[in-house]
């Protein structure tokens, strides 16, 4: 039997001393409209300044979740990496009522299966990633950020995390600007 190695990138960007951690779910929309504030985040405060760490927060009641997170991961082991998730995270976040139950318990996605997930997410992104979804040994990776969660407090998205003090007072609701202050001021 031939073993298989893999790594899964780390979902980090930037490479500045202050450290911003923001912990997702991927298809709730308070953690989606952080999601999509990032890339303006990094380049307002500056990629040497800050560095942005995306830490997966799975949870119960998106009853996808634990797929989702998991499409997520193990698009960061494919060639593209980090920004393979990304692009699973975006399609996700892009389509997000097409991944969520009405009212996390009901509407067509009672009738939808973990494959017909991945075949969506493949078909947003042009990812194969079936054959990285089952990777073997690939939830020590998903219990590692379930871990790093616990660990720190953490049991809602978004949250976040500067330096590792959780932020309170931050929010998604808030305004790029408000988050450089808050890391740079």
Known sequence: MTE???RADPLTWGQGPRV???????TCPFSVKTFNKLDALLEQAGPDRITIKIRLQS?????????????????????GGKASAKAVMQAVGDHRMEFEFAHH????NLDATPHDIIARIEAYTGLQLRDAFAIRDLDREIKWHSKYARQNGIHVSPTF????LIQPGMSSGDEVSAWVAVLLG
């Open 59 to 79: 949870q119960p009641w998106h009853m996808f979740s634990g797929v989702i997170t998991r499409c997520i991961l193990a698009a960061s082991t494919l060639p």
């Open 105 to 108: 318990a009901g509407g067509p």
């Open 20 to 26: 911003f951690e923001v912990f997702l779910e991927p």
């Open 161 to 164: 995390m500067v330096d590792g």
């Open 4 to 6: 298989t190695h893999w």
